[in-house]
T-cell receptor, first 109, second 114 residues
Framework: GQNIDQPTEMTATEGAIVQINCTYQTSGFNGLFWYQQHAGEAPTFLSYNVLDGLEEKGRFSSFLSRSKGYSYLLLKELQMKDSASYLCAALDSNYQLIWGAGTKLIIKP | SQTIHQWPATLVQPVGSPLSLECTVEGTSNPNLYWYRQAAGRGLQLLFYSVGIGQISSEVPQNLSASRPQDRQFILSSKKLLLSDSGFYLC?????????????FGEGSRLTVL
């Protein structure tokens, strides 16, 4: 079957760095997405990786290892507004998104 | 620029009542359209997707249905709601034929069935 695993909840301190991991098992693979979702709102796109390596976009970076079925989202210089759920989703061979349950990130002052 | 809107934002309905959620996309043509449901603490569950007018694929058998009467309009319906239909419903679109399949979401509709 197809499966996405990510931690349910993480806590970090304002100004610090946090890494949210995601492992995936899919029928074929056409890339991995990270979305941010604030409570009660719709998800918004953060990143897309299809090749191995690190993609940096400001304070946020996303890493992919296709051979390990593994990705992480790295958030630097954490701000209170980064408190949200972070959703990992893999695109399978039929270009359908398989979603993880999301990681709730709590930022403390 | 492209925009997506869905309504209503919040809905409280009794068990057995009908449902209609509507979604429209502006600024693009021939989008792929999706209805997702998100239950608390769970991942997004794909309910329906559509690649064209009148073309609906159902991912999960249930008492919900979807229709696409126009290219940029997607409607989620039910004739009789169940308690288990409560959740956060999200409409989304993607560019047809795009390699990445990035989704753009509407604002969401929170349905509470009592």
């Amino acid at each position: 079957g197809q499966n996405i695993d990510q931690p349910t909840e993480m806590t970090a301190t304002e100004g610090a760095i946090v890494q949210i991991n995601c492992t995936y098992q899919t029928s074929g693979f056409n890339g991995l997405f990270w979305y941010q979702q604030h409570a009660g709102e719709a998800p918004t796109f953060l990143s897309y990786n299809v090749l191995d390596g690190l993609e940096e976009k400001g304070r946020f970076s996303s890493f992919l290892s296709r051979s390990k079925g593994y990705s992480y989202l790295l958030l630097k210089e954490l701000q209170m507004k980064d408190s949200a759920s972070y959703l990992c989703a893999a695109l399978d061979s039929n270009y359908q998104l398989i979603w993880g349950a999301g990681t709730k990130l709590i930022i403390k002052p | 620029s492209q925009t997506i809107h869905q309504w209503p934002a919040t809905l409280v309905q009794p068990v057995g009542s009908p449902l209609s959620l509507e979604c429209t996309v502006e600024g693009t043509s021939n989008p792929n359209l999706y209805w997702y449901r998100q239950a608390a603490g769970r991942g997004l569950q794909l309910l329906f997707y559509s690649v064209g007018i009148g073309q609906i694929s159902s991912e999960v058998p249930q008492n919900l249905s979807a229709s696409r009467p126009q290219d940029r309009q997607f409607i989620l319906s039910s004739k009789k709601l169940l308690l288990s239909d409560s959740g956060f419903y999200l409409c989304a679109w993607s560019v047809r034929g795009a390699d990445t399949g990035e989704l753009f979401f509407g604002e969401g509709s929170r349905l509470t069935v009592l």
